[in-house]
Every structure is written in structure tokens, then in C-alpha cells.
């Protein structure tokens, strides 16, 4: 932040674990009331991160959701699919 013009940094907190993220608390003032200003000092603490990560090789895992679409839904088949499943070790798509 202290490339960024007109910007004033008060605190920074590692303050939680989360299910897919490592939360951080930073506080700075933008010296000027403008929105847009504002804006842009936040888009360039946002890239400069950006780019310390990729600098120090740090990577993000990004959470994924797999859905599967079962065509006979008839509860017969869906237990004769799961049962298939669990004993191929593997998921039937």
C-alpha cells in the first residue's frame, strides 16, 4: 500500500478460517473522498496481491460442485446404480 497514492494504511488481521477461503481484515483510508478514486486505490492494492501470489509461486484452490443427472430415477435403479458405484470405487456420471 505504500505505492498506492493517496492511500493510508491503518491494520491488517488474519482474522478466520472459512470452508474455502483464509479470511483477512485490511484497513486503509483513501485520502479523498472521490468514489471513483477510491475505487481505483482498491483495484491497485487488489493487483499488486494479485501479483505478490504469482511472484512467490502462491496458488488458490477454487471449490468445484460436481452434479450428476440420473435418467431413471426410479428408486430400483438408483440403488442398483449407487451399489455400482460404491463397489467400482467410483462415481457413475
Excluded: C, W
Excluded at 4 to 33: G, I, M, P, Q
Excluded at 51 to 62: G, N, R, S, T, V
Aim: proline share 1%; no cysteine.
Amino acid at each position: 500500500m505504500k505505492h498506492t497514492k493517496n492511500v493510508t494504511f491503518d491494520r491488517a488481521h488474519f482474522s478466520a478460517y472459512k470452508d474455502f477461503s483464509l479470511v483477512y481484515e485490511v484497513v486503509y483510508f483513501v485520502n479523498n473522498n472521490d468514489y471513483d478514486r477510491y475505487m481505483d486505490a482498491q483495484q491497485q492494492i487488489n493487483l499488486k496481491l494479485k501479483q505478490e501470489f504469482e511472484h512467490h509461486l502462491i496458488k488458490f484452490a477454487y471449490p468445484t460442485q460436481v452434479n450428476y443427472l440420473q435418467h431413471d430415477l426410479s428408486s430400483e435403479n438408483l440403488q442398483k446404480n449407487l451399489e455400482a458405484s460404491f463397489h467400482n470405487g467410483r462415481t457413475n456420471s
